[in-house]
Structure formats: C-alpha cells, structure tokens
C-alpha cells in the first residue's frame, strides 16, 4: 500500500517517473513479502535466503569483479549470435517476401525448424563446435533467426502491392523499391521480431550456459548450486532479470515504439 501511495503523489507533469514507480511498485512488494516469510517461517537459507544475505553476495560478486566478468561473456554472446542472426534472417526474410518461388521452398523448413530453436540445439551444439563460445553463439543464432525471418515475411508480405506499383511508376528501380519502400514498410515487424527473438535468446543462453561453458551469468547459477550457494543464485537469477528488464524498457521497446510510430500506422497522441 505505501508503494502504491507513493506512486499516487508523484505529480502528473512526470509521466514517465510515474509510470516507472508504477512498475518497480510490485517488485518492492515482493521484496518485503519474501524478507517477511523468510523471517516469519525461519526458513534454512540453504533452502532459501534472506534479502540481507543475497544483497551481501551480490556485493561479494562485485567487489571481485566476478559479476562483471559473468555479464560482460553473458552480453557478448548474445551480441555475437545476435548480429550474426540478423545478417541471415533479414535477407532471407525479404526474399522470401518478394519471391513466392523461394517462400514455397524455406516455409516447410522454416516451419519445421522453428519448434526446435534454442536450447533443443544445445547437445548438438555442444558436439559441433564443444563446449564455449561457439556452441553457446549457435544456440542463440538459433533463438534468433528463424523468429526475424517469420517476422520480416510478415513484414514485407503485408507491404500493398499497389504501393510498390506506384514507385516502379514513378521509376524506382528493384534496388531503389526494396531500399525505400519495402524495407521501411518491412521494419515494424523486423524489429518486433529481434524483441521477441532476444526474448527467446536470453533465456537460451542461461540453460546453455550451464552446461556449455566455465563463465557467464547461467554457469555461475550453476556453480553456486554446488556449494548450497543459494544467496548467489537468486542473486543472479536477480542480475538476469534486471538486465533483461534494462535492456527491454530501455533499448527494445523504445526502438519498436520509435520504429512504429516513423514508419508504421500509428501516430503519437
């Protein structure tokens, strides 16, 4: 109720402040419900901890600097398999949009395929490339890949043929009509797919991390499992969530927001 509260006198010419008190409001209060139960039922911290004992190894972690080095492999994994995902799947996304010869031939296996994306392909990953950066990087290619490609032949796909008339009409050539017609109608659902599919990537990259490599955020979940660490995996089952947080609210979003409003059919109020 205090959270609440709080977030009802913050004045209206903030919207933007509002609206993140709005959000962070439901976690506090869980904080204070999982501190209250903890005490209140005097729980094993080998079962589960109190607040103070993972804010203590969440300190821990960064004074040795091993929390940095945690995200630092976790972040340029996804990165990697990320760019390397969008420099395949957009392409390939946008002929199979313009050509029916080619879409007839890559949706059988796109559909196929796209079930098994992510930590399905972690033991073959593994056998691949071994355990480390390449099999970790596939497994997110993976996550990736064919999610852009289904959105960007939504995309293009959606594109009224009339439109793309008209420019050839006015002498846009092939290069000059994919350059400025379809890719912009195409990037609204282009960059809802890269949310989605970094969604998806994220979360692949903490399985496979816990078995595929000896750093990032999933491999130091596991570890402190061995050692009835369990102040240090909420703690980076917290690192994980906030990052992800971070990076949805204040790049994702933001950019589908902006992608949208420039280039799609919606208008700012």
Request: proline residues 5%; aromatic residues 12%; without cysteine.
């Given at each position: 109720m205090a959270e609440l509260a709080a977030v009802s006198l913050l004045p209206p010419k903030f919207p933007r402040l509002r609206a993140a008190a709005a959000f962070a409001a439901p976690l506090l209060a869980a904080v204070v419900l999982w501190e209250?139960?903890?005490?209140?039922?005097?729980?094993?911290?080998?079962?589960f901890p109190s607040v103070e004992a993972v804010l203590r190894a969440g300190w821990e972690t960064i004074l040795d600097g091993t929390l940095v080095?945690?995200?630092?492999?976790?972040?340029?994994?996804?990165?990697?398999g990320t760019g390397l995902a969008l420099a395949l799947s957009i392409p390939l996304g946008v002929?199979?949009?313009?050509?029916?010869?080619?879409?007839?031939?890559?949706t059988p296996l796109l559909r196929f395929f796209s079930v098994l994306a992510g930590i399905a392909w972690i033991?073959?990953?593994?056998?691949?490339?071994g355990y480390?950066?390449?099999?970790?990087?596939?497994?997110?290619?993976?996550?990736?890949?064919?999610?852009?490609?289904?959105?960007?032949?939504?995309?293009?796909?959606?594109?009224?043929?009339?439109?793309?008339?008209?420019?050839?009409s006015l002498g846009a050539g092939h290069w000059a009509?994919?350059?400025?017609?379809?890719?912009?109608?195409?990037?609204?659902?282009?960059?809802?797919?890269v949310r989605t599919g970094l969604g998806f990537a994220w979360r692949g990259l903490i399985a496979a991390e816990m078995i595929a490599t000896n750093v990032g955020l999933g491999y130091?979940?596991?570890?402190?499992?061995?050692?009835?660490?369990?102040?240090?995996i909420v703690f980076g089952m917290?690192?994980?969530?906030?990052?992800?947080?971070?990076?949805?609210?204040?790049?994702?979003?933001?950019?589908?927001?902006?992608?949208?409003?420039?280039?799609?059919?919606v208008v700012r109020a």
């Amino acid at each position: 109720m205090a959270e609440l509260a709080a977030v009802s006198l913050l004045p209206p010419k903030f919207p933007r402040l509002r609206a993140a008190a709005a959000f962070a409001a439901p976690l506090l209060a869980a904080v204070v419900l999982w501190e209250a139960l903890v005490r209140a039922l005097d729980v094993n911290p080998r079962v589960f901890p109190s607040v103070e004992a993972v804010l203590r190894a969440g300190w821990e972690t960064i004074l040795d600097g091993t929390l940095v080095h945690h995200i630092a492999a976790s972040l340029g994994r996804v990165a990697v398999g990320t760019g390397l995902a969008l420099a395949l799947s957009i392409p390939l996304g946008v002929a199979m949009g313009l050509s029916r010869g080619v879409s007839a031939f890559f949706t059988p296996l796109l559909r196929f395929f796209s079930v098994l994306a992510g930590i399905a392909w972690i033991p073959i990953a593994t056998l691949w490339f071994g355990y480390g950066f390449g099999a970790i990087t596939f497994v997110i290619f993976n996550a990736v890949f064919f999610v852009v490609v289904y959105n960007t032949l939504l995309g293009v796909s959606s594109i009224p043929i009339a439109l793309r008339r008209a420019a050839a009409s006015l002498g846009a050539g092939h290069w000059a009509t994919l350059w400025e017609v379809v890719l912009p109608g195409a990037l609204p659902n282009i960059v809802t797919g890269v949310r989605t599919g970094l969604g998806f990537a994220w979360r692949g990259l903490i399985a496979a991390e816990m078995i595929a490599t000896n750093v990032g955020l999933g491999y130091m979940l596991f570890t402190a499992r061995d050692f009835y660490r369990t102040e240090v995996i909420v703690f980076g089952m917290i690192v994980i969530g906030l990052l992800w947080l971070l990076l949805d609210r204040l790049l994702l979003a933001p950019l589908e927001r902006a992608t949208i409003e420039r280039w799609g059919l919606v208008v700012r109020a």
